[in-house]
């Protein structure tokens, strides 16, 4: 339900050049890595902060073990947002084989290893949304949730300076490796005319 | 425009651009498929001290032998490959090149923090044979975070360290006490405790004063803290109580523990105000096993366990 953000046809169209990002994303990754990435279909939505929060939130009690993020701000076309990767069931060690790092005890080659993994699926998928957009987005640097501080406690709903957000949605596995997380691009709405802009371009 | 002013005007924009990119205050480097320099920018030139002429047709590698090959090639393959910037912050590696920090009244650490982004440069034909490597100069704020790291664990530490004896505090050593109940819930490992106290320390406070008193306290701690392992969690529970999680550690073993501290304790003068002062310990001991539901009546137990040493005649530790 996407409420008052998008239409339907708009959302729609979103879903559907998103999903073409993500083949092109998929096309790139096992060129990278060679291996045959899994996505689904990227699900758009509408959320608030405090859905945020209670997402993360029931990550957290999910598992006994605690769960990483890795956030990215990308900006350009009239568009800008935040892309939250979130490892779920992932072994790092099959991670850091796949990456073709060392596999580690060390907590700081683990974190590289995290943001080197969002950076490079973040990059894939929203290089592809890019270019369906016909635009072309900077990258800020990838930031590790709770290297500073709880997952939780960073994203406080009252902190968040917006009412409703853009989100699409996409997991990711890999076959024959237990790696499976979820990307979120999140749009906050005063973000999101330039995205309005080229849907209805589009749609034309 | 004719032809000529055209050329000029595009001379300028690019006599500009470069000027900008030798003056800019960060580090540019571009190299092609071979890591061959083929870019090096004032920055680059200032800091490391290899002029262009040196750098240029060299590859990185040569020019900086500390850079881990493999790590920087996985790192700018995926450049290549995905046409996508990659990153790395001071967090994960302090810093790419080794520069020693130039400024001899603010600079403020050993070595240049740097953060880096490696860009693909795109050719007319979409294709990318070259990067362009960005490196940041972030040691002043590197340092400002380690600073504040560093006073926020300062401030963990104190808010758990009892302050006489350098133990846990009470809270603290309590919320170790329930981890550790929460394990052997889960995993079922030994783990024992042992509570203990001073014998008649009223007396000694009333005889010599508290100075004498918290100098016998603070003994007490040392010689405890001489006879820990590494995985002992102890802790002051109270004025002159004190409580020791053994892990991994039956009764028995505990016992044994429990004897050589009685024997340090009750052969130690204290000297203190000019006085010489003896005293004894006694102790209770237990092993948490599944009849105890929670930490609360493990410590009771323990401190059942201690007052029938008290009873017992003092100075001798008591099993549960």
């Known amino acids: ?204 | 425009m004719t032809m000529k002013e055209d050329l000029s005007a595009f001379f300028k924009d690019v006599h500009w651009l470069m000027d900008i990119l030798q003056n800019i205050d960060a580090g540019l480097v571009v190299m092609n498929r071979k890591y061959q320099i083929e870019l090096w920018n004032n920055f680059m030139q200032n800091h490391s001290g290899r002029v262009p002429e040196d750098a240029l047709g060299k590859t990185i590698f040569e020019i900086f032998p500390e850079l881990p090959r493999s790590w920087f090639e996985r790192k700018a393959e995926s450049v290549f490959v995905l046409h996508n910037a990659t990153f790395t912050t001071w967090e994960q590696r302090p810093y790419l090149f080794r520069f020693p920090h130039y400024r001899p009244i603010t600079g403020t650490a050993p070595h240049m923090y740097q953060n880096s982004t490696i860009i693909p440069l795109v050719d007319t034909r979409g294709n990318v044979e070259h990067i362009c490597l960005i490196v940041y100069d972030v040691t002043d704020t590197a340092v400002n975070k380690i600073a504040q790291q560093q006073a926020h664990k300062q401030l963990q530490e104190l808010s758990r360290i009892d302050h006489l004896t350098g133990l846990y505090n009470r809270g603290f050593w309590e919320s170790r006490l329930i981890q550790e109940f929460k394990r052997f819930d889960r995993y079922q490992l030994n783990s024992t405790l042992v509570m203990f106290d001073i014998d008649h320390f009223k007396k000694v406070n009333d005889t010599y004063g508290h100075t004498v008193g918290d100098d016998v306290i603070r003994e007490v701690s040392r010689a405890l803290r001489s006879q820990l392992r590494d995985l002992d969690i102890a802790g002051r529970y109270g004025g002159e109580e004190f409580g020791v999680i053994l892990t991994g550690t039956t009764a028995e073993g505990a016992a044994v523990f429990a004897e050589r501290l009685r024997n340090t304790i009750e052969n130690l003068v204290v000297h203190s105000e000019g006085q010489e002062v003896k005293f004894t310990i006694s102790l209770g001991i237990n092993q948490l096993d599944e009849s105890t539901p929670d930490h609360r009546a493990w410590i009771e137990k323990a401190d059942q366990a201690l007052y029938q040493s008290k009873e017992g005649g003092r100075n001798r530790y008591t099993i549960f």
């Open chain 1, 1 to 204: 339900m996407t409420r008052s953000l998008l239409t339907e046809d708009q959302r729609d169209c979103l879903q559907e050049i998103t999903n073409v990002a993500m083949g092109q994303a998929g096309d790139r990754l096992a060129r990278l890595l060679d291996v045959f990435v899994i996505l689904s279909i990227p699900h758009v939505s509408v959320l608030k902060p405090t859905d945020i929060v209670m997402a993360l939130q029931a990550l957290n009690r999910e598992s006994e073990e605690p769960i990483f993020g890795v956030c990215q701000g990308f900006i350009g076309g009239g568009l800008a947002g935040e892309a939250m990767l979130i490892f779920n069931n992932t072994d790092f060690d099959d991670l850091a084989r796949l990456l073709k790092y060392e596999p580690s005890e060390d907590i700081q080659a683990r974190n590289e290893l995290l943001m080197d993994t969002a950076n490079v699926l973040n990059g894939a998928c929203l290089k592809g949304l890019a270019e369906q957009l016909d635009t072309h987005f900077s990258f800020g640097p990838p930031m590790l949730l709770g290297q500073h501080c709880n997952i939780t406690d960073l994203v406080q709903s009252n902190s968040m300076r917006w009412n409703e957000a853009l989100v699409v949605e996409i997991n990711y596995s890999i076959e024959n490796h237990r790696i499976n997380c979820d990307l979120l691009l999140v749009i906050a709405e005063q973000s999101l005319a330039g995205l309005i802009e080229k849907l209805n371009y589009m749609l034309d």
